[in-house]
């Protein structure tokens, strides 16, 4: 490991990018994401990897409940701002959303998820928390906000079908 530029090699794999809310007694809470991946079908569970240092972590373990908010295309500003320290005031401030089952979803994401805290693990300097779906949606004709090699990848995207 020692010459191996552990960060450069994940940057290998390609993914969407989320935004993880929750509402805390302090108010919304929500970082950028994109270590989330689907877990189980039956029952459906999800998971997410958390800094230690996150704060959204410490909103998601008071209220036992998170939002996966699978962004689009057209929230790369909202992905940019979330990824910030910024007050969370700020964040939510800039930021349509609603609450859905006592989490805040952010509008005009491409999907989203509202997820009960099943369980944690926490693993060097991470946390994985697992989550229970307790709802969700999607909208039909949004594209993705992808993320590859520490860089945004925008539309066109083709798509058959
Ligand atoms: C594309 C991208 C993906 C990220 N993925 C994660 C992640 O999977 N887990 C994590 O804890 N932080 C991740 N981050 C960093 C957090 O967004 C950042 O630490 C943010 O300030 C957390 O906000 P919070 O402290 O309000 O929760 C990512 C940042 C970017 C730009």
Same mark, same amino acid.
């Given at each position: 490991?020692?010459?191996?530029?552990?960060?450069?090699?994940? =940057?290998?794999? $390609?993914?969407? !990018?989320?935004?993880? /809310? %929750?509402? @805390?007694? +302090? =108010?919304?809470? $929500?970082?950028? !994401?994109?270590?989330? /991946? %689907?877990? @189980?079908? +039956?029952?459906?569970?999800?998971?997410?990897?958390?800094?230690?240092?996150?704060?959204?972590?410490?909103?998601?373990?008071?209220?036992?409940?998170?939002?996966?908010?699978?962004?689009?295309?057209?929230?790369?500003?909202?992905?940019?701002?979330?990824?910030?320290?910024?007050?969370?005031?700020?964040?939510?401030?800039?930021?349509?959303?609603?609450?859905?089952?006592?989490?805040?979803?952010?509008?005009?994401?491409?999907?989203?998820?509202?997820?009960?805290?099943?369980?944690?693990?926490?693993?060097?300097?991470?946390?994985?928390?697992?989550?229970?779906?307790?709802?969700?949606?999607?909208?039909?004709?949004?594209?993705?906000?992808?993320?590859?090699?520490?860089?945004?990848?925008?539309?066109?995207?083709?798509?058959?079908?």
């Amino acid at each position: 490991m020692a010459d191996l530029d552990f960060r450069a090699l994940l =940057g290998r794999w $390609g993914t969407g !990018v989320s935004v993880i /809310t %929750a509402q @805390s007694s +302090e =108010g919304p809470a $929500g970082g950028t !994401v994109n270590a989330f /991946t %689907a877990l @189980s079908l +039956e029952p459906p569970l999800v998971l997410v990897c958390f800094d230690l240092s996150s704060r959204t972590l410490h909103a998601v373990r008071e209220s036992e409940r998170f939002a996966v908010n699978i962004l689009s295309a057209a929230q790369q500003e909202t992905s940019r701002l979330f990824a910030t320290k910024r007050p969370q005031s700020d964040k939510f401030f800039e930021t349509p959303h609603r609450l859905e089952h006592g989490a805040p979803v952010l509008d005009g994401s491409l999907a989203w998820l509202v997820c009960s805290l099943d369980s944690e693990l926490r693993r060097g300097d991470h946390v994985i928390a697992i989550g229970q779906v307790l709802d969700g949606g999607y909208d039909e004709h949004a594209d993705p906000l992808l993320y590859y090699r520490g860089s945004y990848l925008q539309p066109p995207m083709s798509k058959e079908n």
